[in-house]
């Protein structure tokens, strides 16, 4: 059973900048698929950002150039960098797992851009 553990979320005016962190229980050099994904208020949850098994990450459109997301292999961390907040940016952010063909999920962390 793999547990995946996020920190850092919190409140930020619009334009600043916060750093997200998922520390998991296994080696993340093991998963599949890790990173982030968020689910704003009446929306459906989406992808943020994701590493593959090929290394490369993958970023939302509406992130790109703002956030960058980067893992850490000794330490089994993957952390989701956040600058030029935007209101609409506010969300759960979640992250996510996938291991031996099943999908683990943190408890999630609230961020909120709002002045």
């Known amino acids: 059973q793999v547990q995946l553990v996020e920190s850092g979320g919190g409140l930020v005016q619009p334009g600043g900048s916060l750093r997200l962190s998922c520390a998991a229980s296994?080696?993340?050099?093991?998963?599949?698929?890790v990173g982030w994904y968020r689910q704003a208020p009446g929306k459906q949850r989406e992808l943020v950002a994701a590493f593959t098994s090929g290394g490369t990450p993958t970023l939302v459109d509406s992130v790109q150039g703002r956030f960058t997301v980067s893992r850490d292999n000794a330490d089994n961390t993957v952390n989701l960098q956040m600058n030029s907040l935007r209101s609409e940016d506010t969300a759960v952010y979640y992250c996510y797992a996938n291991f031996k063909a099943k999908d683990y999920w943190g408890q999630g962390t609230q961020v909120t851009v709002s002045s």
């Open positions: 296994e080696s993340i050099f093991e998963f599949y698929v």
